[in-house]
């Protein structure tokens, strides 16, 4: 464990003294704040919900994100309490404001994996992988400006992944069947 933990801290100040950059700095900052509270990954879903073409894939990702969110939020950083790197690390520099809550996991990474994950699942042949790429950006935006070990960020992305495939599973299975067989009942029986 030690191990890991030493490695985790290299890791942010590798990036800290060799990646960091004038370029890179605005455009970090930029996809941390597009991940702040999920707000981008909710407002995909709602927009999804209110078009009527895609309310059945605007279900299941809004439920793909919020499944995974509550865990990491409200059980897993509560349990785990890892304190954040720049309350560890006094060599670290952030360059986005400093968070009064847990390190681990990451809940960026875990809402913009599980956005991503749904979007996949919903849109497989239309594009919806392409969205992986924007997820990635922001996880790692989080290590990039400080204010997540490599590898709260890694098991974040782990768990919106595995999240959101469970939450859409669950979603076509016991939701959307189901109502698309009362549906059927309701038509024949006019």
Same mark, same amino acid.
């Given at each position: 464990? =030690?191990?890991?933990?030493?490695?985790?801290?290299?890791?942010?100040?590798?990036?800290? $003294?060799?990646?960091?950059?004038?370029?890179?700095?605005?455009? +970090? @900052?930029?996809?941390?704040?597009?991940? &702040?509270?999920?707000?981008?990954?909710?407002?995909?879903?709602?927009?999804?919900?209110?078009?009527?073409? !895609?309310? /059945? =894939?605007? %279900?299941?990702?809004?439920?793909?994100?919020?499944?995974?969110?509550?865990? !990491? $939020?409200?059980? +897993?950083? &509560?349990?785990?309490?890892?304190? /954040?790197? #720049?309350?560890?690390? !006094? =060599?670290?520099?952030?360059?986005? $404001?400093?968070?009064?809550?847990?390190?681990?996991?990451?809940?960026?990474?875990?809402?913009?994996?599980?956005?991503?994950?749904?979007?996949?699942?919903?849109?497989?042949?239309?594009?919806?992988? #392409?969205? #992986?790429?924007?997820?990635?950006?922001?996880?790692?935006?989080?290590?990039?400006?400080?204010?997540?070990?490599?590898?709260?960020?890694?098991?974040?992305? *782990?768990?919106?992944?595995?999240?959101?495939? *469970? *939450?859409?599973?669950?979603?076509? @299975? #016991?939701?959307?069947?189901?109502?698309?067989? %009362? /549906? =059927? !009942?309701?038509?024949?029986?006019?």
């Amino acid at each position: 464990m =030690e191990t890991l933990l030493a490695f985790d801290a290299d890791v942010l100040l590798f990036v800290q $003294e060799h990646i960091r950059c004038g370029f890179l700095d605005p455009i +970090m @900052k930029g996809a941390s704040w597009l991940g &702040n509270h999920g707000i981008l990954w909710v407002l995909v879903g709602l927009i999804l919900l209110a078009l009527p073409r !895609t309310r /059945r =894939e605007g %279900l299941d990702t809004a439920l793909g994100i919020l499944f995974p969110w509550l865990i !990491t $939020e409200y059980l +897993m950083k &509560n349990l785990i309490a890892r304190p /954040r790197p #720049y309350t560890v690390m !006094t =060599e670290l520099v952030t360059l986005v $404001e400093q968070l009064d809550s847990f390190s681990f996991p990451s809940g960026h990474s875990c809402s913009s994996f599980a956005a991503a994950t749904a979007l996949f699942l919903c849109f497989r042949g239309r594009g919806g992988g #392409y969205v #992986y790429i924007l997820a990635a950006l922001i996880a790692l935006s989080r290590v990039y400006v400080g204010v997540h070990y490599p590898t709260d960020v890694l098991v974040g992305a *782990a768990l919106g992944t595995l999240g959101a495939y *469970a *939450a859409v599973s669950f979603s076509r @299975k #016991y939701i959307r069947r189901p109502v698309s067989r %009362l /549906r =059927e !009942t309701v038509q024949s029986a006019k």
